[in-house]
C-alpha cells in the first residue's frame, strides 16, 4: 500500500511538468499582451518595446517558458506584471480563502446528498422519494450564483440573519458554502439512492435479512458502506471543480479567492498570476483524484487488493 | 417441528395479481432432513423465503399457517421475526459466491450474527466463529477470520455461510441449493457436513434442490413442487420406490444410470409454465402423458395414500411403470 502511495505520488512529477507545459502555450496563444494594460495613453512604439524587453516578453516562447520553469521550480513564482507583486504572495493570501469555502461546501454535499440519497432508497417509490429527488435534481440545475442571489436576497435582505457580502468569519461562510455545495449535494444524492438500491438486489442483502439484523443496520452499515465508493469518486472529482469552479460565487459574494484573483488576471493577461493560479487549479483537480483512489483503497478490500 | 398449511403468496404488478406458489402443505419433524425438489421455477426458494417471513422485503402478501415449535409465523411482528430469523431458523442461501458482504472481513460476519442472537462478548465471538471454522475443517481458521470474502475460495466462502448458519445453533436451517454454484468433489463434502450437523446436533433441515442425487443421500421425507404447488410429499424411499403423482415419476425417470444406452437420456417435454399463465385445472395437464379431461378443468384434490404419501392428482391409483 505504502509502495503504492509513494509511485503514485512520484507519478505527479511528470504530470506537473506536462500541466506547465499546457498552462503556458495556452496563455500565450490567447491574443493580446499584459504591455497593453500597463501603457498609459500618450505611450509610443518605444516604450512598448522597452517595457517587452524589461519583462523578457521579447525572447522566444521557449525561452520564456524554460525561464519561468526554472524559477517555478526553485520556488519563485514570479511577480505580477500589473500588481507588481509577488505572485507567490497573492496565491497565499487568495488560497485560504478558496479552501474554506471548497471544503465547506464539499462537507455540505457530501452530508446533504448523502441523507436525501439514503431517504429516497430507503422509501423508494413513495412521494417522499419524489419529493427528495425533485429537490435533488433542483440542486443540480439550479446555478450556483443565481441560488446565491435569492439567498442572499431572503436571509441577508430580507432577514437579515447573515452578512450580504465579504468574507470574515463562518458567518460569511455559510451562505456562499450552500450555493456552490447544493449542487454537488444533488449530485450526491441521485448516486447514493441509484447505487443503495443496485446493492439492495444484491444476493448478501438477502442473507443479512436472513441472520436477523435490523434494517436500519443493514441500511447504514452495509448497504450505504458498499454503495458509498461512486459517491466517493464523484465528489475527489468536485473538490477540483469547486475549488477553481466558484468564481462566479467569489464574484456574487464579493469574497477574494483563487478564482475571482485568476478572472482579473486574465481580463489583464497578467501572465505570471494566470499561468500560477491555473496550475494550482489543475493540481488540486489531481491531487482530488489522488486522493480519492487513496481513499478508494481503504474502504475497499478489492481495490486494496489491486495495488499490493 | 414445521408445519406449514396451505401456505400462498401473492404479489401484484401493474395492478395484476399473480400467484407463484399457492397451496403449499408439508410438514417436519425435530432432526429430519426434508428434501424440497423441483424444476427451476417452481417456487422452491421462494416458499423458504416465506417460511422466513423475507417476502414481505419484496412486497409480497402471505396467506395460510406457519407454525414452528408451537409458534404461528405468520402472526408474528417485523421485530419478533427478526429475533427468530438467525437465531431459531436460519437460511443458507443459494449463492455462496454473492451472500457475503464484500466490505467485510468473513470472520466478522460471522461474528455478526453470533453478537445479534447470543448474549456474548466480542471476544467470545470470535472466539466461537474460528471454532466453528474449525468444526467446518476450514484450514487456517485463524487466518481465514481476517480475510475478504474475494480472497476466499467457493468451499471456503460455502463454508462460511454454513458457519452464519449453524452458528447459532438455530431448530431449523434452511439450505437453498447449497451446494449447486460448488465443484462436484466438493459437494459431497458439504452433503455429509448437512447429514453430520442434523444428526449430532438434532436439528431439522430443509434442503432445496433440484438435484435428485443429493435428495437419495440425505433425506428423510421429500416434498416435490411443481408451478407453485406440492404435487406429492412424503417418506423418501416410499416416493422413490414407487412414485405416485406422474411428475415425479417423470423426475425420476431423468436421472441417468450406468449402463444405460447411448441417446436414451429423458427429458420432460416442456417447461414449467409461469405464474401469470398457470393452466386452470392441474397445472401438470400441460405436460401430462396421463391426462384425462377431468384434469384440464379442475385442480386435483391432495389425498393421503395408505402408505403415507401425499398426493394431488386425479389419476393417483395410476400403477406408474417403471424404467
Known amino acids: 500500500m505504502w509502495l503504492y502511495i509513494f509511485r503514485r505520488t512520484l507519478l505527479l512529477i511528470p504530470i506537473f511538468f506536462v500541466i506547465t507545459v499546457v498552462v503556458f502555450s495556452l496563455i500565450h496563444l490567447v491574443p493580446g499582451d499584459p504591455i497593453s494594460s500597463l501603457l498609459g495613453p500618450g505611450s509610443t512604439l518605444d516604450d512598448r518595446d522597452a517595457l517587452l524587453i524589461a519583462y523578457g516578453l521579447d525572447q522566444p516562447l521557449w525561452i520564456q517558458y524554460l525561464r519561468w520553469i526554472k524559477d517555478f521550480v526553485m520556488g519563485d513564482m514570479g511577480q505580477s506584471i500589473i500588481e507588481k507583486q509577488p505572485v507567490a504572495d497573492m496565491i497565499f493570501y487568495n488560497m485560504p480563502f478558496t479552501l474554506r469555502l471548497g471544503l465547506l461546501s464539499l462537507a455540505i454535499s457530501f452530508f446533504v446528498g448523502i441523507t436525501l440519497g439514503i431517504i429516497s432508497a430507503v422509501k423508494k417509490n413513495t412521494i417522499i422519494d419524489y419529493i427528495s429527488m425533485i429537490i435533488a435534481l433542483l440542486g443540480v440545475t439550479v446555478p450556483a450564483f443565481w441560488l446565491g442571489l435569492i439567498l442572499i436576497l431572503i436571509f441577508a435582505v430580507e432577514l437579515s440573519w447573515l452578512p450580504v457580502s465579504g468574507s470574515g468569519g463562518i458567518e460569511y461562510l455559510i451562505l456562499p458554502a450552500i450555493s456552490v455545495g447544493l449542487g454537488g449535494a444533488g449530485l450526491v444524492a441521485r448516486i447514493t439512492r441509484v447505487s443503495m438500491l443496485e446493492i439492495y438486489n ?35 472529482l468536485r473538490l477540483g471543480f469547486i475549488l477553481g469552479g466558484a468564481v462566479s460565487i467569489e464574484i456574487v459574494f464579493g469574497r477574494p479567492g483563487i478564482g475571482s484573483m485568476l478572472l482579473t488576471a486574465l481580463f489583464r493577461r497578467d501572465y505570471p498570476v494566470v499561468q500560477a493560479s491555473l496550475i494550482f487549479l489543475t493540481m488540486a483537480v489531481i491531487i482530488g483524484a489522488f486522493i480519492t483512489d487513496i481513499i478508494y483503497s481503504y474502504a475497499d478490500p478489492r481495490v486494496r487488493d489491486l495495488y499490493k | 417441528m414445521l408445519k406449514v398449511s396451505d401456505l400462498a403468496v401473492e404479489f401484484t ?36 423465503h416465506a417460511i422466513m417471513g423475507l417476502t414481505s422485503l419484496v412486497g409480497g402478501k402471505i396467506s395460510g399457517q406457519i407454525v414452528f415449535e408451537g409458534k404461528d409465523l405468520l402472526s408474528k411482528s417485523h421485530k419478533d421475526m ?11 442461501p443459494q449463492n455462496p459466491m454473492t451472500s457475503l458482504d464484500p466490505v467485510y472481513r468473513v470472520g466478522d460476519q460471522i461474528v455478526e450474527g453470533l453478537l445479534k442472537h447470543l448474549k456474548i462478548t466480542k471476544w467470545a465471538a470470535k472466539k466461537r466463529a474460528i471454532e466453528l471454522m474449525e468444526q467446518l475443517r476450514i484450514p487456517n481458521a485463524e487466518r481465514v477470520f ?22 447459532t445453533e438455530p431448530k431449523l436451517i434452511i439450505a437453498d441449493e447449497p451446494t449447486t454454484a460448488l465443484d462436484v468433489t466438493v459437494q459431497a463434502q458439504i452433503i455429509r457436513l448437512f447429514k453430520e450437523l ?16 443429493v435428495i ?92 403415507g404419501t401425499k398426493v394431488t392428482c386425479n389419476k393417483f391409483d395410476l400403477n406408474l411403470p417403471r424404467h
Open chain 1, 202 to 236: 444484491q444476493d448478501f442483502v438477502l442473507l443479512l435479512h436472513a441472520k436477523g439484523i435490523s434494517q436500519n443496520a443493514i441500511v447504514i452499515k452495509h448497504i450505504l458502506r458498499n454503495a458509498i465508493m461512486p459517491v466517493i469518486t464523484i465528489l475527489g
Open chain 2, 198 to 213: 442434523t444428526v449430532a446436533n438434532n436439528v431439522g433441515l430443509l434442503l432445496i434442490t433440484h438435484d435428485l442425487g
Open chain 2, 13 to 48: 404488478v401493474d395492478k395484476k395479481t399473480i400467484r407463484p406458489i399457492s397451496g403449499i402443505s408439508f410438514e417436519m419433524q425435530k432432526g429430519e432432513v426434508l428434501g424440497v425438489v423441483g424444476e427451476t421455477g417452481s417456487g422452491k426458494s421462494l416458499t423458504a
Open chain 2, 82 to 92: 427478526q429475533s427468530i430469523r438467525g437465531a431459531e431458523i436460519s437460511f443458507i
Open chain 2, 146 to 167: 481476517e480475510q475478504y470474502p474475494h480472497q476466499l475460495s467457493g468451499g471456503l466462502k460455502q463454508r462460511i455461510v454454513i458457519a452464519i448458519g449453524i452458528g
Open chain 2, 216 to 307: 437419495a443421500q440425505i433425506c428423510d421425507k421429500i416434498a416435490v413442487m411443481y408451478a407453485g404447488n406440492v404435487v406429492e410429499h412424503g417418506d423418501i424411499k416410499t416416493v422413490f420406490s414407487d412414485p405416485k403423482h406422474p411428475y415425479t415419476r417423470a423426475l425420476l425417470d431423468c436421472i441417468p444410470y450406468i449402463g444405460m444406452k447411448k441417446g436414451s437420456l429423458k427429458a420432460i417435454e416442456g417447461n414449467v409454465p409461469t405464474p401469470s399463465n398457470f393452466p386452470k385445472g392441474c397445472r401438470y395437464s400441460s405436460r401430462c402423458p396421463y391426462v384425462i379431461p377431468q384434469c384440464k378443468t379442475e385442480f386435483p384434490e391432495t389425498i393421503e395414500l395408505a402408505c
